[in-house]
């Protein structure tokens, strides 16, 4: 990527994470973020269709940094202790991050993806689960629960909120066998 290319990209995200910090994604305008940037709106357009695309584009990035994170995806069944620590640990990392892009009640976003893309690795390991009402349930309660619960209640400590989440969803992942 061309260096002025790369120069304009940092300053479009840098500007818009400054907007996104004390605004709301829909209170955000092209033109506001364009001046904040240092560049004109048609600039803007070359990379972006509009203020949504742009979320939409680092929502993605930062999913996918986080679900990089997390080394084994697979342990939700077999070992789930240690799945909630790195899927949390993720969130940990990311903090900053995914407070400002997810934030205004956008966190649903982040919990539709992990789950999205955690049932597809698990589904393609384990093609037999896919259609198990009881297995679509579990991994949904377990990431979905595991993501609100450390979300909702990190005032009580990281540590603290992981172990709970960890008891928990190695009970519920026993009561599959």
Request: no cysteine; proline share 2%.
């Amino acid at each position: 990527m061309d260096l002025r290319v790369k120069k304009t990209m940092s300053s479009i995200i840098n500007a818009f994470l400054q907007l996104r910090a004390k605004k709301q994604l829909e209170r955000i305008t092209v033109k506001e973020l364009a001046d904040l940037a240092e560049i004109n709106k048609a600039t803007f357009y070359l990379h972006y269709k509009d203020i949504y695309d742009l979320s939409e584009q680092l929502e993605n990035d930062i999913f996918e940094r986080a679900f990089n994170n997390i080394r084994h995806p697979n342990s939700v069944l077999s070992e789930p202790r240690v799945f909630i620590r790195e899927f949390v640990e993720t969130f940990i990392a990311n903090q900053s991050l995914i407070d400002i892009i997810f934030g205004d009640g956008r966190r649903n976003i982040l919990a539709d993806k992990f789950e999205t893309e955690l049932k597809r690795f698990i589904f393609e390991q384990n093609p037999q689960y896919k259609d198990s009402p009881k297995m679509n349930i579990v991994l949904t309660y377990v990431i979905k629960g595991g993501y609100y619960a450390y979300a909702e209640n990190i005032r009580y400590g990281a540590d603290k909120v992981i172990e709970v989440v960890e008891e928990m969803a190695q009970g519920v992942v026993e009561r599959l066998e």
